[in-house]
């Protein structure tokens, strides 16, 4: 007697899907891969647009006018009180701006809430200008895709280094000396 229904075969997969995913997957991880890459950037040798921020003491800090008044070259690192990275990297931080008086050391909170910022600015205590950015004006100027984020700009205004990830002061030291 002849069986009416035919026995299943093996499973199928769309062959074209499988390839897509793999594919997206791929590419993820190599623009991930290329926003962490804390060698030279495309930003490098861009003047960066003026930008401001309000500082925890009350003024206002602007690029342009650092710039044209101190000259000194600028270390920005973009934190959120929410970010244990930034959190962990600030006293590194506090180490080499200590070290370094000739180079401006500048944290600006962003993606964060005012009142956090301040309370943890405060609770850390470094030794650098600590500010918030409620308009995201800096953030904007300066994209970036994760936090901790840290700009290297020198007396001239251009981008000469930028790392997105956390920096120790061995490492900070030495994006200095290379750098600057």
Same mark, same amino acid.
Request: net charge negative; hydrophobic share 45%.
């Given at each position: 007697?002849?069986?009416?229904?035919?026995?299943?075969?093996?499973?199928?997969?769309?062959?074209?899907?499988?390839?897509?995913?793999?594919?997206?997957?791929?590419?993820?991880?190599?623009?991930? /891969?290329?926003?962490?890459?804390?060698?030279?950037?495309?930003?490098?040798?861009?003047?960066?647009?003026? +930008?401001? +921020?309000?500082?925890? #003491?009350?003024?206002?800090?602007?690029?342009?006018?650092?710039?044209? #008044? #101190?000259?000194?070259? *600028?270390?920005?690192?973009?934190?959120?009180?929410?970010?244990?990275?930034?959190?962990?990297?600030?006293?590194?931080?506090?180490?080499? /701006?200590?070290?370094?008086?000739?180079?401006?050391?500048?944290?600006?909170? *962003?993606?964060?809430? %005012?009142?956090?910022?301040? /309370?943890?600015? /405060? %609770?850390?205590?470094?030794?650098?200008?600590?500010?918030?950015?409620?308009?995201?004006?800096?953030?904007?100027?300066?994209?970036?895709?994760?936090?901790?984020?840290?700009?290297?700009?020198?007396?001239?205004?251009?981008?000469?280094?930028?790392?997105?990830?956390?920096?120790?002061?061995?490492?900070? %030291?030495?994006?200095?000396?290379?750098?600057?």
């Amino acid at each position: 007697m002849d069986d009416p229904q035919p026995s299943p075969g093996p499973l199928r997969s769309k062959p074209g899907l499988l390839t897509v995913a793999v594919v997206v997957v791929v590419t993820l991880g190599l623009v991930v /891969a290329a926003r962490l890459d804390t060698g030279p950037t495309g930003a490098e040798q861009e003047t960066v647009p003026d +930008f401001q +921020f309000e500082v925890f #003491d009350g003024s206002t800090f602007s690029l342009a006018e650092h710039l044209a #008044d #101190d000259g000194r070259p *600028v270390v920005l690192n973009f934190w959120a009180s929410w970010c244990p990275p930034c959190r962990a990297e600030m006293p590194d931080f506090d180490i080499v /701006a200590r070290a370094h008086p000739e180079v401006m050391f500048v944290g600006v909170a *962003v993606d964060d809430v %005012e009142a956090n910022a301040r /309370a943890f600015g /405060a %609770e850390i205590g470094v030794s650098y200008l600590l500010g918030f950015d409620p308009t995201g004006q800096a953030h904007l100027t300066l994209p970036f895709v994760a936090l901790p984020t840290t700009w290297i700009i020198d007396g001239d205004g251009v981008v000469v280094h930028k790392v997105q990830g956390v920096m120790t002061a061995d490492q900070l %030291e030495q994006a200095l000396a290379d750098k600057l």
